[in-house]
């Protein structure tokens, strides 16, 4: 209709405490113009919920976009709106406000400053009600900053005609200001806002994070007028740091600090976010420094930080000149709280990025790890999201659970979606069909897990939703099969004695249950970084990762590249491989980690690196025999167009010496020559692939592996006592030991193969 219209949430700033335009909202000029708004105009806003409230229109910044309409924090809290919610906005002429007759404020209490005198209080109700005239319009929850004798104080109103709804007032005539000591209650329970908000934080909306949620709700209680916390034994200090939430994405931070936010308990709350949002590098120090001020005269009041890794992260050659005035601040605000009860909570995906003179006691002294869920806690996400009571667990729904491994809580309501999608599209398929049958009738409200979901719902969204904790890491899924790899008999049995049959003793619950391994491939040399540090970091990740996604498999290409010797390598390469060791002297600790390794340069190898219990079993992969080239020759050429006068046993015999890529190289460049005389003769038959091509091929591939450094591999095999096969043959089809290894993973991702 004319002169209504609906609109996305977006914050407004408050500067300071002067939060007198509390009840205005920002919207573009355009959407003034629409609905015949002029600023200071009222206009009615009603939510999605039910919600219906008076605000004051007012020009938002060129910038802002026509659909959006901006919102302080207090009033977004008061009326249970979220960024990017969608409201009504309709147009309310010749608005009569009612007047303000009874006026109770509480002031802001400063725990370095003395509560006012009785004597005192009638001289700032006084003050008070000068700025309130000043003002015209006022509402509960408005605050007032006030100087006056050489001091500032400032004052919160709490109710206005013995109600504290978020309802405008008009100042006809003076109204009886009262200034109230802080503890006192003002208003009845109905119109109590904070009394409708929670008290503590709920670990059952999130479901897998009772220890955590527990930790937290024993933190924010220190925050309670009621603990007394203040008055405490001058032996006992009490834990008043802030508190870091991490871990992976996903997992419920951002949700724990909203779940914070909306807590009954504070005054004031400020986000990050919205402060730090547009302003430049000067204006978010000041931001910050003011920030931390008013939280001290608001409280008991709450400070949310997300993305602390980010914003304050270690000051490195790269990030210096972005970070460091930003933690020099946040350290002075986190110091400057001293005992006020001002709350900091934050999240972070990674603590080794944050600064470390954040992490000091008194500042984010409290760190609080949520992590990626096992299986019980992924049984309770999944029947929170599937809308099941939380001690009715579907069997269905467990086996999912237990299959689930590095599943985030994001990614199995995603997972949930996916597979309901399928549900949809097999009913609707049903209702389309003339013969009805038993699914026609299901109702998905009242269903189970299992009479709502098929194997091949579950199945299929499991194949297009994959676990967070694996996306930021490399992965290579082989398509090489056993039948691929030409020869290395002997080399499979070892391989598969190595790493299948301690999987048959570790994962049988999984491989029983259909579990999927995660296989991390990552490059050695890709894990190295020019700055102090961040390649010890990688190494670490990578060791995280696996451990999150468990089940799991982590195989290092160019191992030589972190794992060299000690002596032969630079103060940064030592540290690394420190790491690296560090992290391998905990397999056992890992839980279904297994870490593989190749190298064409063994001999450089750490001796520290292959002891008993980090690289302990070793494979010798050596140059392809007779019988080997042959079956390479066999796999590479059966796609092939060949001649009459083709001649495997002369190939195989001329190509003693090569490696199996170099045989497959013959054979690719063979087919390449007889490609480029079908395009010369422009003949219509295929050119079948000759001898003449094979031969020319010869004189092109050369041996890259000299019979020097053959003798050198033997050497080290023999010095090191290294298992092989009994011929010392074989390679891959492809390229070389990566691509057996690449194939193992492929075959414990089927487990189903393994006898």
Not at 163 to 192: F, H, L
Not at 566 to 585: C, I, M, Y
Request: proline letters at 4%; a negative charge; hydrophobic letters at 40%.
């Amino acid at each position: 209709m004319a002169g209504a219209g609906k609109y996305k949430v977006r914050p407004l700033k408050t500067e300071g405490t002067d939060l007198k335009k509390i009840l205005k909202v920002n919207l573009s000029a355009k959407a003034l113009t629409i609905h015949g708004l002029k600023p200071d105009d009222w206009c009615q806003l009603s939510s999605a919920t039910g919600s219906s409230f008076l605000v004051q229109v007012w020009p938002a910044a060129p910038n802002a976009q026509d659909t959006w309409i901006q919102i302080t924090d207090d009033l977004r809290a008061r009326h249970h709106l979220n960024l990017g919610d969608e409201i009504h906005l309709s147009r309310c002429p010749q608005t009569r406000l009612p007047d303000a007759e009874d006026v109770i404020v509480s002031e802001c209490h400063d725990r370095a400053r003395e509560d006012l005198q009785q004597e005192d209080r009638r001289h700032w109700a006084w003050l008070l009600d000068h700025e309130l005239e000043q003002t015209g319009t006022f509402c509960p929850g408005m605050i007032f900053s006030i100087r006056a004798r050489g001091e500032e104080r400032a004052f919160r109103i709490k109710s206005i005609n013995l109600s504290d709804r978020m309802v405008p007032y008009q100042y006809a005539r003076p109204p009886k200001v009262t200034i109230a000591p802080e503890e006192n209650s003002i208003s009845d329970g109905s119109n109590n806002h904070a009394a409708r908000r929670p008290a503590n934080v709920n670990a059952a909306v999130l479901g897998g994070l009772d220890a955590q949620v527990s930790q937290l709700n024993s933190v924010v209680a220190n925050y309670r007028p009621s603990a007394d916390m203040f008055k405490a034994s001058s032996k006992h200090r009490q834990r008043r740091g802030g508190v870091i939430l991490h871990g992976p994405p996903g997992t419920g931070k951002s949700k724990l600090l909203q779940m914070v936010s909306e807590l009954g308990l504070w005054s004031k709350i400020y986000h990050m976010d919205d402060i730090m949002d547009g302003a430049s590098k000067g204006g978010k120090d000041a931001a910050i420094r003011q920030m931390f001020e008013d939280a001290c005269r608001c409280q008991p009041s709450v400070i949310v930080i997300d993305k602390l890794d980010v914003l304050a992260r270690k000051t490195e050659p790269a990030y210096e000149s972005q970070s460091s005035s930003i933690v020099t601040n946040l350290c002075k605000g986190l110091d400057a709280r001293d005992n006020n009860r001002v709350f900091v909570v934050s999240a972070a995906r990674n603590l080794a990025l944050i600064d470390e003179s954040l992490r000091h006691p008194g500042r984010f002294e409290i760190e609080i790890e949520i992590p990626v869920p096992g299986t019980a806690a992924r049984a309770q996400i999944l029947n929170l999201a599937f809308g099941s009571p939380r001690d009715s667990l579907d069997e269905q729904l467990l086996q999912l659970a237990d299959s689930t491994h590095g599943y985030v809580g994001s990614d199995l309501r995603q997972l949930l979606d996916t597979a309901m999608d399928q549900v949809s599209s097999r009913l609707q398929a049903s209702s389309n069909n003339k013969e009805h049958n038993a699914t026609d009738n299901l109702n998905t409200e009242d269903s189970t897990f299992t009479e709502l979901f098929t194997k091949n719902d579950i199945e299929t969204a499991l194949l297009q939703v994959k676990p967070t904790a694996m996306r930021e890491i490399f992965l290579d899924t082989p398509r090489v099969k056993w039948a691929d790899i030409g020869g290395q008999d002997e080399l499979k049995k070892a391989l598969r004695k190595a790493i299948e049959w301690p999987l048959k003793t570790l994962v049988a619950k999984a491989v029983a249950t259909e579990a999927k391994l995660n296989f991390i491939a990552v490059k050695g040399a890709e894990l190295l970084s020019m700055y102090v540090g961040e390649s010890e970091r990688a190494v670490r990740e990578v060791f995280q990762k696996a451990r999150g996604a468990a089940p799991s498999i982590i195989f290092f290409d160019e191992i030589d590249a972190i794992g060299a010797s000690r002596s032969k390598s630079q103060q940064g390469g030592l540290h690394v491989l420190t790491t690296l060791l560090n992290e391998l002297d905990g397999i056992e600790a890992l839980r279904g980690v297994f870490v593989l390794a190749a190298t064409n340069q063994p001999q450089i190898l750490d001796a520290a690196l292959l002891r008993p219990g980090r690289l302990e079993s070793s494979l010798y992969v050596g140059l392809p025999d007779y019988s080997t080239r042959s079956e390479i020759i066999a796999i590479e050429t059966r796609q092939m167009c060949i001649g009459p006068d083709f001649d495997a046993a002369y190939l195989a015999t001329a190509t003693d010496g090569y490696s199996g890529a170099e045989v497959v190289e013959l054979c690719q460049e063979a087919g390449y020559a007889a490609f480029e005389e079908e395009l010369e003769s422009e003949q219509v038959q295929p050119q079948l692939i000759a001898m003449r091509h094979f031969k020319g091929a010869l004189e092109k591939i050369t041996k890259q592996v000299t019979p020097e450094a053959v003798r050198e591999y033997k050497a080290w095999r023999d010095r090191e006592q290294v298992e092989t096969n009994r011929n010392d043959g074989g390679t891959t089809v492809g390229t070389s030991i990566r691509d057996i290894v690449l194939k193992i993973g492929q075959v414990l991702l089927e487990s189903s193969d393994i006898d």
